[in-house]
């Protein structure tokens, strides 16, 4: 099916299941711990062996010799596999840094070896017997040091990330009032509490993975490359993966290190990841260094706004992308984004929870923020004044829908803005200084497309398989809705299958794609099948209405049973017209803090977020979303930081508990509100994904809040209290 024109009347108009809130059907498994993730599938594969990865204790160099001896002789060692005694593989999609195989090293904690034993612990044990010798080098491991000889990085078609319209120097130059503010955000990684899992085993030239990985279809051709096997040879399989947040998007070592362990010893081998090789052997989110310059009227009007990115990566390779929602927010007819990339030979980065505007937001909404105060303007008529009629970026673009204004005001009513002190570090509560913020969020609504096959049982129940992947998003239960509104069947009579490679192709869980894409995907194979039970009975199936069992026509009524066993597939691909439009998701994030006035200690009070997302398909797992994003951009505000030791190329605190993230107590009341919008323009079901949105803006409402609550702007995320503490306000003045 293509998707080739905006959405007209149709069944999910009048859903009776589609929409409505409803519990997880996986959420039993999760609950009573029988989920069954990676590397607890004891059963898929006889005979299971352990596999320990080594990871490169230098982060440039080479490995100029490795003993084994002492580690092939140790108790219980069945086989090794190491780097120098194996050529380098191929790489794959998105992978920057070599994963396995000879003597050169790009990073600290690079695959160098992998023992496999009968045992973890004899395995562990064996490991710490290798006896390697290197040859280091001298590297580049401080992004401010590297940013001046940054490049600019490649955006689409290879060409130079740097984008112009007008003249933004004159424009700014002449500027009533201008902001100029440099905001700088530190490395993260994605801290999912699985780390990467994976059991393999061949039967021949046949290779099994079960692994915990968000994309299944390209984890299947990227092992095919990497191992330089025919992907019709290769099996992924992942139903549970437990986090990934863009950390499982593709291929890393350990699935590699299963596969040669396995290949090895002659027989099915697991291997996990050891917490400091999550965060210094996959991949991690690239800090940045912002550059933010805006030139407004003095009624508020923007008329000049630049916005430029420096971040680093392995061999200059792609960066952070930190300019990507500010074309899209705000009007102002003259405007600069560029995109700089510095090497580094620090591990990888690569895509985590909303690449780009996640950290974006941080400097573009503290940078809009503190434009309001140079203006003696109120933060949210500032950005309701600069609410743009097309695309600002890409004027000749329009909106699909977009509704941002609504949620700003809706927000405010909802929050109580109007009681927010306009000058800061004027609100106290006790021995609080109490503070409000606000940050409006942009995402955009990408569509892949999107595969599934959709069977009719003979006892009426209908089973939907396809690739997709459920990283704690809710796949299962809202793929079951489409299938049970589209073939009129209680939710109930619905089972979901997913992330088998066996399964027809899907768009996979990324990019906030997956929702919208793998739900219009089932609804492709489930018209299908209602066109082919139409043909077996001697109806129209698009003109039938399906519900309660049964199919209505104009004359009689049949029972879905009479069709018998059936199965049709099918896939959702959208057609050339979406590129006229700009579909994205929006969000008005509102935050309250409160600072003590003795120690400094922040505090969140509460948080809102009101989204503009289209149809919402489920509005309790996507109100999670929403806030398990604005948890991580708390995280990211206020206390996420990998340390870069910037003598030896390396995370420092590469565990969780070194890597701090929020906890329970500090989040305490969150509110999400969905507006009833539609976007014909998006998928057939009017829908757009809200995975990534609820990241994008929250850290910035809580730093423009911190500033509301003390009158202290800090710049440098996270907002660590050594970089506010000295500069609150004297005690004998409050």
């Given at each position: 099916?293509?998707?080739?024109?905006?959405?007209?009347t149709?069944?999910?108009?009048?859903?009776?299941?589609?929409?409505?809130?409803?519990?997880?059907?996986?959420?039993?498994?999760?609950?009573?711990?029988?989920?069954?993730?990676?590397?607890?599938?004891?059963?898929?594969?006889?005979?299971?062996?352990?596999?320990?990865?080594?990871?490169?204790?230098?982060?440039?160099?080479?490995?100029?010799?490795?003993?084994?001896?002492?580690?092939?002789?140790?108790?219980?060692v069945?086989?090794?596999?190491?780097?120098?005694?194996?050529?380098?593989?191929?790489?794959?999609?998105?992978?920057?840094?070599?994963?396995?195989?000879?003597d050169?090293?790009?990073?600290?904690?690079?695959?160098?070896?992998?023992?496999?034993?009968?045992?973890?612990?004899?395995?562990?044990s064996?490991?710490?017997?290798?006896?390697?010798?290197?040859?280091?080098?001298?590297?580049?491991?401080?992004?401010?040091?590297?940013?001046?000889?940054?490049?600019?990085?490649?955006?689409?078609?290879?060409?130079?990330?740097?984008?112009?319209?007008?003249?933004?120097?004159?424009?700014?130059?002449?500027?009533?009032?201008?902001?100029?503010?440099?905001?700088t955000?530190?490395?993260?990684?994605?801290?999912?509490?699985?780390?990467?899992?994976?059991?393999?085993?061949?039967?021949?030239?046949?290779?099994?993975?079960?692994?915990?990985?968000?994309?299944?279809?390209?984890?299947?051709?990227?092992?095919?490359?990497?191992?330089?096997m025919?992907?019709?040879?290769?099996?992924?399989?992942?139903?549970?993966?437990?986090?990934?947040?863009?950390?499982?998007?593709?291929?890393?070592?350990?699935?590699?290190?299963?596969?040669?362990?396995?290949k090895?010893?002659?027989?099915?081998?697991?291997?996990?990841?050891?917490?400091?090789?999550?965060?210094?052997?996959?991949?991690?989110?690239?800090?940045?260094?912002?550059?933010?310059?805006?030139?407004?009227?003095?009624?508020?009007?923007?008329?000049a706004?630049?916005?430029?990115?420096?971040?680093?990566?392995?061999?200059?390779?792609?960066?952070?992308?930190?300019?990507?929602?500010?074309?899209?927010?705000?009007?102002?007819?003259?405007?600069?984004?560029?995109?700089?990339?510095?090497?580094?030979?620090?591990?990888?980065?690569?895509?985590?929870?909303?690449?780009?505007?996640?950290v974006?937001?941080?400097?573009?909404?503290?940078?809009?923020?503190?434009?309001?105060?140079?203006?003696?303007?109120?933060?949210?008529?500032?950005?309701?004044?600069?609410?743009?009629?097309?695309?600002?970026?890409?004027?000749?673009?329009?909106?699909?829908?977009?509704?941002?204004?609504?949620c700003?005001?809706?927000?405010?009513?909802?929050?109580?803005?109007?009681?927010?002190?306009?000058?800061p570090?004027?609100v106290?509560?006790?021995?609080?200084?109490?503070?409000?913020?606000?940050?409006?969020?942009?995402?955009?609504?990408?569509?892949?497309?999107?595969?599934?096959?959709?069977?009719?049982?003979?006892?009426?129940?209908?089973?939907?398989?396809?690739?997709?992947?459920?990283?704690?998003?809710?796949?299962?239960?809202?793929?079951?809705?489409?299938?049970?509104?589209?073939?009129?069947?209680?939710?109930?009579?619905?089972?979901?299958?997913?992330?088998?490679?066996?399964?027809?192709?899907?768009?996979?869980?990324?990019?906030?794609?997956?929702?919208?894409?793998?739900?219009?995907?089932?609804?492709?194979?489930?018209?299908?099948?209602?066109?082919?039970?139409?043909?077996?009975?001697?109806?129209?199936?698009?003109?039938?209405?399906?519900?309660?069992?049964?199919?209505?026509?104009?004359?009689?009524?049949?029972?879905?049973?009479?069709?018998?066993?059936?199965?049709?597939?099918?896939?959702?691909?959208?057609?050339?017209?979406?590129?006229?439009?700009?579909?994205?998701?929006?969000?008005?994030?509102?935050?309250?803090?409160?600072?003590?006035?003795?120690?400094?200690?922040?505090?969140?009070?509460?948080?809102?977020?009101?989204?503009?997302?289209?149809?919402?398909?489920?509005?309790?797992?996507?109100?999670?979303?929403?806030?398990?994003?604005?948890?991580?951009?708390?995280?990211?505000?206020?206390?996420?930081?990998?340390?870069?030791?910037?003598?030896?190329?390396?995370?420092?605190?590469?565990?969780?508990?070194?890597?701090?993230?929020?906890?329970?107590?500090?989040?305490?009341?969150?509110?999400?509100?969905?507006?009833?919008?539609?976007?014909?323009?998006?998928?057939?079901?009017?829908?757009?994904?809200?995975g990534?949105?609820?990241i994008?803006?929250?850290?910035?409402?809580?730093?423009?809040?911190?500033?509301?609550?003390?009158?202290?702007?800090?710049?440098?995320?996270?907002?660590?209290?050594?970089?506010?503490?000295?500069?609150?306000?004297?005690?004998?003045?409050?």
């Amino acid at each position: 099916m293509e998707f080739n024109a905006p959405a007209g009347t149709n069944l999910f108009d009048k859903s009776r299941i589609v929409g409505k809130p409803t519990p997880r059907i996986d959420g039993p498994l999760k609950t009573t711990g029988t989920a069954p993730y990676a590397y607890e599938r004891h059963d898929v594969a006889p005979n299971q062996a352990y596999g320990y990865v080594v990871g490169a204790a230098i982060s440039k160099g080479r490995i100029v010799s490795m003993d084994l001896s002492e580690a092939r002789s140790a108790p219980g060692v069945i086989a090794i596999v190491a780097a120098p005694e194996t050529q380098p593989l191929g790489k794959a999609r998105s992978n920057i840094a070599p994963l396995f195989g000879g003597d050169e090293i790009a990073h600290y904690h690079q695959a160098i070896a992998c023992v496999v034993a009968e045992t973890f612990e004899q395995a562990r044990s064996a490991a710490g017997l290798i006896r390697t010798v290197y040859g280091r080098e001298e590297g580049a491991f401080d992004l401010a040091a590297a940013a001046p000889a940054a490049g600019l990085a490649k955006g689409r078609g290879g060409k130079p990330d740097r984008k112009l319209r007008g003249d933004f120097e004159a424009a700014f130059a002449v500027a009533p009032v201008k902001l100029d503010a440099q905001y700088t955000t530190p490395d993260e990684t994605h801290a999912m509490m699985e780390p990467h899992a994976t059991i393999a085993a061949w039967h021949g030239d046949q290779l099994t993975l079960w692994t915990s990985n968000q994309m299944i279809d390209w984890a299947k051709s990227s092992m095919a490359q990497i191992l330089d096997m025919k992907p019709e040879n290769v099996r992924i399989d992942s139903p549970f993966i437990g986090g990934g947040f863009g950390g499982k998007l593709f291929i890393r070592s350990d699935a590699v290190m299963a596969a040669l362990g396995a290949k090895a010893a002659g027989r099915p081998v697991k291997v996990t990841l050891q917490r400091p090789l999550v965060v210094n052997n996959t991949t991690h989110r690239h800090a940045t260094i912002q550059r933010l310059r805006i030139g407004a009227e003095r009624d508020g009007r923007i008329t000049a706004i630049a916005h430029e990115n420096w971040s680093g990566n392995l061999y200059g390779s792609e960066g952070e992308d930190g300019t990507l929602q500010t074309p899209k927010l705000y009007s102002g007819e003259n405007r600069l984004t560029a995109n700089y990339v510095a090497a580094l030979d620090l591990p990888e980065g690569n895509a985590m929870r909303a690449p780009g505007e996640a950290v974006g937001h941080l400097a573009l909404e503290a940078a809009m923020d503190e434009l309001a105060e140079l203006l003696d303007m109120d933060p949210v008529e500032l950005r309701i004044r600069n609410e743009p009629q097309s695309v600002p970026g890409t004027p000749d673009k329009k909106f699909s829908d977009r509704n941002l204004v609504r949620c700003l005001r809706d927000g405010a009513e909802r929050f109580g803005w109007s009681r927010r002190a306009t000058k800061p570090g004027q609100v106290r509560d006790g021995r609080w200084l109490v503070g409000m913020g606000v940050a409006a969020g942009y995402r955009g609504g990408p569509v892949q497309k999107s595969g599934a096959r959709v069977r009719l049982e003979t006892d009426g129940r209908i089973t939907v398989e396809t690739d997709m992947t459920d990283i704690g998003t809710g796949s299962y239960t809202i793929i079951a809705q489409t299938a049970a509104e589209t073939m009129g069947v209680p939710l109930e009579q619905v089972t979901v299958k997913l992330g088998d490679s066996r399964f027809p192709a899907s768009a996979g869980s990324g990019g906030q794609w997956g929702a919208a894409s793998s739900t219009a995907g089932t609804y492709a194979a489930c018209v299908s099948l209602r066109r082919a039970i139409g043909e077996k009975l001697g109806f129209n199936g698009d003109t039938a209405t399906f519900a309660d069992s049964r199919i209505h026509l104009s004359n009689r009524t049949i029972p879905l049973t009479d069709a018998g066993s059936m199965a049709a597939e099918d896939q959702i691909t959208f057609g050339e017209f979406k590129r006229e439009y700009d579909v994205g998701t929006y969000a008005a994030h509102f935050c309250e803090v409160g600072v003590d006035v003795f120690t400094g200690e922040t505090r969140i009070r509460r948080m809102l977020a009101v989204c503009d997302a289209g149809r919402i398909l489920n509005p309790l797992s996507a109100r999670s979303q929403v806030i398990g994003g604005m948890v991580m951009a708390t995280g990211a505000a206020l206390m996420e930081e990998l340390a870069v030791d910037k003598r030896f190329g390396f995370f420092v605190n590469h565990d969780l508990a070194g890597y701090e993230v929020p906890v329970h107590a500090d989040i305490p009341h969150q509110e999400v509100v969905f507006l009833e919008t539609e976007d014909p323009i998006a998928s057939p079901l009017k829908a757009k994904g809200v995975g990534e949105l609820g990241i994008c803006g929250p850290g910035a409402a809580l730093a423009n809040a911190l500033y509301n609550a003390t009158g202290v702007r800090v710049r440098d995320y996270p907002i660590t209290l050594d970089k506010y503490l000295d500069e609150l306000p004297d005690l004998a003045t409050i």
